[in-house]
């Protein structure tokens, strides 16, 4: 029978009876301290389990966005994680007001202070730095997200930064700070590039689009809408894309445009309907430029003329798709339509704090293309002559991921309404791509002291 903590047996005098006694009752101290340091175990056992429990559930709240952006390679804190308001506050604590401020503040008389989104990518650095030299205020904003490599984004960073530009590293879908930024400057407009590239990745990443290209958008242009004072006027990246399936050419803006094939072509389109909304019932000024397949120094690792150059130079095989044709559009010419966008909006007509529009605002939408459609097979052939090396060349079936066969840019809209002129042929423009690559990737040391140290071993 198992000892009873109460009731231990009566006294006996006998030392029989003591001694039993005695071991009886070690026995039973045993037995009671067994059990209580049991018990205490269990109990301790039990509240580490839930502390354990907690503090893993706190972490994985804490590494939620994290965790969700490495598995999407792209994506931001989505806007509505509880975690949001915390990760917000910390990066506007990190803010620093007057380095904002002074990056933001025009030197010239008049001059725009504009927010520059996407600022540390290929077309933001390069219309951030020109709008900067001409003496426009430019505060830039970038997620440095890593789908292409982002330590050519910090290069960008670096560069923008000996030129007076800085940039806010957070996404465009944190409203909180998107607010605080528009507390802090008054900017007259917003050039907005920030958004997820590529047309083929949107069948291995589709969400990354919807994250950046329309809930991101849609984040910017509320706080535009009702927070900022005064409302800026918006110029946005759309894309030669959203012409998707349309076969009559060249492109105009009069065109359908409700075909799209791809995914990103579909966000891009839908942004073109979304800023019709903010504009119809907010009165921001909304300019949408449809970008045709921009190239240049500082470009982007994911396009074709840029990893053709890497591919050649390294003896590896490209894949080229039979039958098509782009009309490449070189990156001055593109940040010359920026500006002549930037500069040609009116300003919105709503009042800030989200109400009504107080008359109708600019609702534009423009063709930045080249007007000069060149097959790809050719623009391997320019870049084999500028390496003096020639490509491993596959010609492959154009693979249905989205791509298009050709593209063709009629501009005359541009040009009537601000001027823009494409001035670069492929040839001029790839010349000054190879150039910057050869100089960014530091190619040229490399061969030098190459051929020093052949010279030095041929003299010794
Ligand atoms: O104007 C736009 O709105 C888009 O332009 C750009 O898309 P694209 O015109 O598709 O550029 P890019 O990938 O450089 O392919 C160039 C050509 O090479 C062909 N191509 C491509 C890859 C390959 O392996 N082989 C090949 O032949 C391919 O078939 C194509 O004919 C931007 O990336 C996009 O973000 C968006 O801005």
């Not at 910390?90 to 002074?102: A, G, K, T, V, Y």
């Not at 990103?264 to 309907?273: F, I, L, S």
């Not at 903010?278 to 500082?298: A, C, E, K, Q």
């Amino acid at each position: 029978m198992a000892p009873s903590f109460t009731s231990p047996s009566p006294p006996d005098n006998s030392k029989a009876a003591l001694k039993q006694l005695s071991s009886y009752n070690s026995h039973l101290l045993r037995r009671v301290s067994s059990h209580k340091l049991l018990s205490i175990s269990s109990t301790l056992l039990f509240r580490t389990a839930i502390l354990l429990t907690m503090t893993l559930v706190l972490l994985f709240t804490l590494h939620y966005p994290s965790l969700l952006s490495h598995s999407l390679s792209l994506s931001s804190p989505h806007p509505t994680n509880p975690h949001r308001s915390l990760l917000s506050s910390n990066r506007l604590q990190s803010l620093n007001p007057l380095e904002i401020r002074r990056s933001a503040t025009p030197t010239r008389t008049n001059g725009l202070s504009i927010l520059v989104t996407g600022a540390a990518g290929f077309v933001g650095t390069h219309c951030s730095l020109a709008l900067k030299a001409r003496g426009d205020g430019v505060l830039g904003l970038d997620n440095f997200n890593s789908y292409y490599d982002p330590s050519l984004k910090h290069a960008r960073q670096k560069l923008l930064h000996k030129n007076g530009v800085v940039i806010v590293e957070a996404d465009i879908n944190d409203s909180q700070l998107l607010i605080k930024l528009f507390q802090l400057v008054h900017f007259t407009h917003v050039l907005h590039l920030a958004a997820q590239a590529g047309v083929r990745y949107a069948m291995k990443s589709p969400q990354s689009y919807i994250q950046s290209n329309v809930a991101g958008f849609v984040s910017l242009l509320e706080v535009a809408a009702k927070n900022a004072d005064p409302q800026p006027a918006i110029v946005w990246a759309s894309s030669s894309s959203v012409y998707g399936l349309n076969k009559v050419s060249p492109f105009s803006e009069s065109h359908r445009t409700d075909q799209p094939a791809s995914l990103y072509a579909a966000t891009k389109k839908a942004g073109e309907e979304i800023a019709h909304v903010y504009n119809h019932i907010y009165g921001l000024s909304l300019t949408g430029l449809r970008f045709f397949t921009v190239y240049g120094p500082w470009g982007r690792p994911d396009m074709a003329y840029f990893s053709f150059v890497h591919d050649i130079i390294e003896g590896k095989p490209i894949n080229i798709f039979s039958n098509a044709k782009r009309d490449f559009t070189y990156i001055d010419d593109v940040v010359m339509g920026c500006i002549g966008a930037l500069d040609s909006a009116k300003p919105s007509t709503g009042l800030p704090g989200g109400s009504k529009k107080t008359g109708p605002a600019d609702l534009r939408v423009y063709n930045l293309g080249n007007t000069s459609p060149v097959p790809v097979t050719k623009m391997v052939s320019i870049i084999e002559s500028l390496l003096g090396k020639k490509a491993k060349k596959n010609v492959v079936e154009m693979p249905s991921n989205g791509d298009v066969p050709f593209t063709h840019a009629n501009v005359s809209l541009a040009k009537r309404d601000f001027g823009y002129q494409p001035s670069t042929d492929l040839g001029t423009g790839l010349k000054q791509f190879v150039k910057w690559y050869v100089d960014y990737y530091k190619l040229e040391v490399i061969s030098k002291k190459k051929e020093k140290a052949q010279e030095k071993v041929a003299s010794s």
